[in-house]
């Protein structure tokens, strides 16, 4: 079974770029914005191919 990344979700190259921005924020306000982000850019990359 192939195991789930953030790259299943988040698809664009800068969303990924966000992603890994967020990622090094460990404060809880860091923590927040990180699932805010998320969340939004999976709703907003659910219908979008993801480029190899």
């Given at each position: 079974m192939k195991k789930l990344s953030v790259e299943d979700f988040v698809k664009t190259s800068c969303g990924i770029?966000?992603?890994?921005?967020?990622?090094?924020?460990?404060?809880?306000?860091?923590?927040?914005?990180?699932?805010w982000f998320l969340f939004f850019a999976t709703i907003r990359d659910l219908f979008v191919s993801k480029k190899n």
């Open positions: 770029d966000q992603y890994n921005s967020l990622k090094k924020n460990k404060s809880i306000f860091g923590k927040l914005r990180l699932s």
